[in-house]
């Protein structure tokens, strides 16, 4: 069955930097995309950007350019979302969701990462 | 990027009841239109993709439809279990724009 089991909680100081991993199982972790969302507490979902475990390539969300970084290991099925420069407003629950196949087609994020609460405080 | 927008915001509603949420994109997407169903404290869950195709075991109460850049995510008979927040998401293209979540409750 497709599994995508994320990393544990993290607490930050202000200005660090985060990252969060993500493990593929189930099925062939490069032959689809991983979407990485956001949720602030409280508030509706974020898309941050995705990752091509094929070619490694990367597109992000505006609202993150500069400052996230998605990079992914095949040879442990893992992809990873380093964000940089954290304030408050980065408290959230990230999560790392399945996409469309790298072979073509669209489709909607059918399996989810059970979620990474990040907290940044001083 | 593609906007969405989805109304009402939050919606309280008895059990039984017919309950309608609708979803506008800024710009034709297609039928690139998924929702999806978040209950309090869980992961989002995939419920209908394509604007309209279930996914697999989801109540068949739960049905999509729209083209374009108007969709209507419909509970034919709302139940105690539905209680969530239904999210719109265009996955067209990038940006993956969500629309801002629809609460749903029991009157």
């Known amino acids: 069955q497709v599994q995508l089991v994320q990393s544990g909680a993290e607490v930050k100081e202000p200005g660090a930097s985060v990252r969060v991993s993500c493990k593929a199982s189930?099925?062939?972790?490069?032959?689809?995309?991983i979407h990485w969302v956001r949720q602030a507490p409280g508030q509706g979902l974020e898309w941050m950007g995705w990752i091509n475990p094929k070619s490694g390539g990367t597109k992000y969300a505006q609202n993150f350019q500069g400052r996230v970084t998605m990079t992914r290991v095949t040879s442990i099925n893992t992809a990873y979302m380093e964000m940089s420069r954290l304030t408050s407003d980065d408290t959230a629950v990230y999560y790392c969701?399945?996409?469309?196949?790298?072979?073509?087609?669209?489709?909607?994020?059918?399996?989810w990462g059970q979620g990474t609460l990040v907290t940044v405080s001083s | 990027d593609i906007q969405m927008t989805q109304s009402p915001s939050s919606l309280s509603a008895s059990v039984g009841d017919r309950v309608t949420i609708t979803c506008r994109a800024s710009q034709g997407i297609s039928n690139y239109l998924a929702w999806y169903q978040q209950k309090p404290g869980k992961v989002p869950k995939l419920l209908i993709y394509s604007a309209s195709t279930l996914q697999s075991g989801v109540p068949s109460r739960f049905s999509g439809s729209g083209s374009g850049t108007d969709f209507t995510l419909t509970i034919s008979s709302l139940q105690p279990e539905d209680v969530a927040t239904y999210y719109c998401q265009n996955y067209d293209s990038a940006p993956r724009t969500f629309g801002q979540g629809t609460k749903v409750e029991i009157k």
């Open positions: 969701a399945r996409g469309s196949a790298v072979s073509g087609g669209k489709n909607p994020s059918d399996y």
């Open positions: 189930g099925y062939t972790f490069t032959d689809y995309f």
